[in-house]
């Protein structure tokens, strides 16, 4: 779930590099956000620097501008079901709140 000033948004993807799930790269459109939750660092990345492979994106940590956007009222905690990532972009005057659902455990479902 993603809700932007507490409305939901329809088209919008996440994507994860590797098994871990910091950083994230979320697209909106064709705006690509890098959120790195442990940093607190929200990055605007370059769509030119996106590779799209079928249903996956490629990007390089590397390509990230070397200034973070000005982000402010971080909130990262565990709500159960999912992990929820909340920050205000301060330039824009915008609050992104994802909540990103916690990967099964199959070991226990028979």
């Known amino acids: 779930m993603l809700r932007i000033d507490d409305r939901p948004v329809n088209e919008w993807n996440i994507y994860q590099a590797g098994k871990k799930s910091n950083p994230l790269l979320l697209e909106l459109g064709s705006r690509h956000l890098l959120v790195d939750e442990q940093r607190r660092q929200v990055f605007e ?4 620097k996106i590779v799209r492979k079928g249903a996956d ?3 390089a940590l590397e390509d990230r501008p070397e ?7 971080w909130l990262v905690r565990d709500v159960g079901l ?11 005057g915008r609050v992104l709140d994802l909540q990103i659902p916690h990967p099964l455990d199959l070991r226990f479902i028979h």
Do not use: F, G, M, N
């Open 45 to 48: 990345l370059a769509s030119s």
């Open 57 to 59: 994106l490629y990007w």
């Open 67 to 73: 200034k973070p956007l000005e982000t402010s009222d």
């Open 82 to 92: 999912a992990y929820r990532i909340k920050v205000r972009l301060v330039a824009e």
